[in-house]
């Protein structure tokens, strides 16, 4: 069964960097577009990034962007975030998520992971 | 990057029809039929519920649907249920490539 299991968040100072992971397992990962989606502690949800299958086409939130870096190694069915200059406002659990359709980007989201908490704070 | 715009709340008792708008505009919503809805129940992850602005994954019952008019979408749900007490939150790809969410709505069943 499709599986994303997300990674790597935890506690980090203001300025600070985090790399987050996902592992995908179940579908073959790289006919996929992958994104990132962020909640803040009782908040909506927010896209972050997203990348194409060859890792050819990538957009970012204004919010992030010039911070995050978003990669995938279709060799390992795995996605990442860099995280650099965080701010307290980058709090939140961050998704990863598949878009539902093969090979299509912005159709809607079909698995998500269960989220990793990222939290910046002094 | 605006976020699309839904009301905060909803409610509706058991067996009855509530539907949830969700306003954009020419540039996402309006532009494109890539709307998609989701279902997020407390410390749960984002269910699909619709995508393409009317279309339900395998698995969601016929009781959710989708529509759209110029720059709103709206999700119906019928026959409410106690389980579909939960927020609820549109998405829409953008005329500039990126993904807008909206504020999201709670939905009560009373």
């Known amino acids: 069964q499709v599986q994303l299991v997300e990674s790597g968040g935890g506690l980090v100072k203001p300025g600070g960097s985090l790399r987050l992971s996902c592992a995908a397992s179940?579908?073959?990962?790289?006919?996929?577009?992958m994104s990132w989606i962020r909640q803040a502690p009782g908040k909506g949800l927010e896209w972050v990034s997203y990348i194409s299958r060859s890792a050819s086409t990538i957009y970012y939130a204004d919010s992030v962007k010039g911070r995050f870096t978003i990669s995938r190694d279709n060799a390992k069915n795995s996605l990442y975030l860099h995280m650099n200059s965080l701010r307290a406002d980058d709090t939140a659990v961050y998704y990863c998520?598949?878009?539902?359709?093969?090979?299509?980007?912005?159709?809607?989201?079909?698995?998500w992971g269960q989220g990793t908490l990222v939290t910046v704070s002094s | 990057q605006s976020a699309l715009t839904q009301p905060p709340s909803a409610s509706g008792s058991p067996g009855q029809s509530v539907t949830i708008s969700c306003t954009g505009t020419?540039?996402?919503?309006?532009?494109?039929?890539?709307v998609s809805w989701y279902q997020q129940h407390p410390g749960k992850a984002p269910k699909l519920i619709i995508y393409e602005v009317h279309k339900r994954p395998s698995g969601v019952p016929d009781r959710f649907s989708g529509s759209k008019s110029g720059n709103t979408a709206s999700l119906t749900v019928s026959g409410l249920q106690a389980e579909d007490e939960a927020f609820y939150f549109c998405?829409?790809?953008?005329?500039?490539?990126?993904?807008?969410f909206g504020g999201g709505t709670k939905l009560t069943v009373l």
């Open positions: 998520a598949r878009d539902i359709v093969p090979k299509f980007v912005g159709l809607g989201y079909d698995y």
């Open positions: 998405n829409s790809f953008t005329g500039t490539n990126t993904v807008v």
């Open positions: 179940g579908f073959t990962f790289s006919d996929y577009w």
């Open positions: 020419s540039s996402d919503v309006g532009g494109f039929n890539y």
